[in-house]
């Protein structure tokens, strides 16, 4: 499985991100489902990491509307 293939399914089943910048091209995830941690990867996809970085500003969370705009992006999931 490709790794942004394992992001978006690990995407489809979260509604927030907790990033940890491990270096400029690599970022640790921890995905949640309504407080429970669901799972955890490295990226170091470059586009991905890019998004993840702007979506999380100087945080290291990235809540529901930046998961839904990921979604939506990447997925080409609609936001409602």
Same mark, same amino acid.
């Given at each position: #499985?490709?790794?942004?293939?394992?992001?978006? +399914? +690990?995407? *489809?089943k979260?509604?927030?991100? @907790? /990033?940890?910048?491990v270096s400029k091209d690599?970022t640790y995830?921890?995905?949640f /489902?309504d407080?429970l941690? #669901?799972d955890r #990867?490295y990226?170091? *996809?470059?586009a991905?990491?890019?998004?993840?970085s702007q979506?999380?500003?100087?945080?290291?969370?990235i809540?529901?509307?930046g @998961?839904a705009?990921?979604k939506? /992006?990447? #997925?080409? @999931?609609a936001? /409602?």
């Open positions: #499985m490709s790794e942004r293939t394992g992001f978006l +399914n +690990n995407l *489809d979260c509604n927030l991100v @907790v /990033l940890t910048p690599r995830c921890r995905f /489902l407080g941690y #669901m #990867m990226v170091s *996809d470059p991905l990491v890019a998004k993840l979506l999380s500003g100087k945080g290291e969370e809540s529901t509307g @998961v705009r990921l939506q /992006l990447f #997925m080409g @999931v936001i /409602l």
